[in-house]
């Protein structure tokens, strides 16, 4: 069974929201559409919505998500008020695409930006709008495979700046079981919770932050 970001029950309420806040940044705030994706990348609370936090994914418009986005990111906007069109833009789509993708493959908004900019996603409009969203899905996790060769493992332990041996060392795990990991030859989302505890201990961070995505 394919593990996702969040309990699919949010997932309409968030590509709503994801939607409109795109829509409204770019069209009525004149917020261009990578300084808004930049905003995602850096924001707490679109890191929040990432994870499912029923606050950003089902309790606010997508006028009041983007405004708490902007603000974080220290991006000063004008003081409109929140408009939301029922005719769908390019810009809601993009956000309403954007978010399914991250909710399908539990990447972060920075994750997927770094590879494809909101901006490239508006660009996609033309062509998937009409299509079934696997489609879109299937181009985004081509490039996303592309562009992430390297393990969350591997970029995990090159954060803290420990080889191999040093952290095979500092968590009591097997030096070869941490080079099949990262070689991608043994599966980290199937070892043992003992085992990612032990590695999350000593990388400083969370068990499910080692997990590949399943794209």
Request: glycine share 4%; hydrophobic share 40%; aromatic share 12%.
């Amino acid at each position: 069974m394919a593990i996702r970001a969040y309990d699919e029950m949010y997932l309409h309420s968030a590509q709503n929201i994801l939607g409109h806040a795109v829509d409204f940044a770019i069209m009525s705030l004149e917020i261009e559409p990578d300084d808004f994706g930049k905003a995602l990348m850096v924001s707490t609370s679109a890191r929040q919505f990432a994870k499912g936090n029923p606050r950003y994914v089902a309790g606010m418009n997508g006028c009041e998500f983007a405004r708490y986005v902007l603000d974080e990111a220290l991006i000063s906007y004008p003081d409109v008020e929140d408009i939301m069109y029922l005719d769908k833009s390019p810009e809601y789509w993009a956000g309403w695409a954007l978010a399914y993708y991250q909710w399908y493959a539990d990447f972060s908004f920075g994750d997927i930006l770094k590879v494809v900019s909101l901006e490239d996603i508006i660009g996609m409009y033309s062509l998937y709008h009409e299509m079934d969203i696997s489609h879109f899905t299937e181009q985004i996790n081509q490039l996303m495979e592309k562009a992430y060769t390297q393990t969350r493992l591997r970029a995990k332990r090159d954060n803290c700046g420990l080889s191999q041996s040093e952290l095979a060392k500092e968590a009591d795990v097997p030096l070869r079981q941490i080079q099949l990991f990262e070689q991608g030859q043994r599966d980290i989302n199937k070892t043992s919770a003992i085992t990612l505890y032990k590695l999350s201990k000593a990388l400083h961070c969370q068990m499910e932050e080692l997990l590949e995505p399943l794209i």
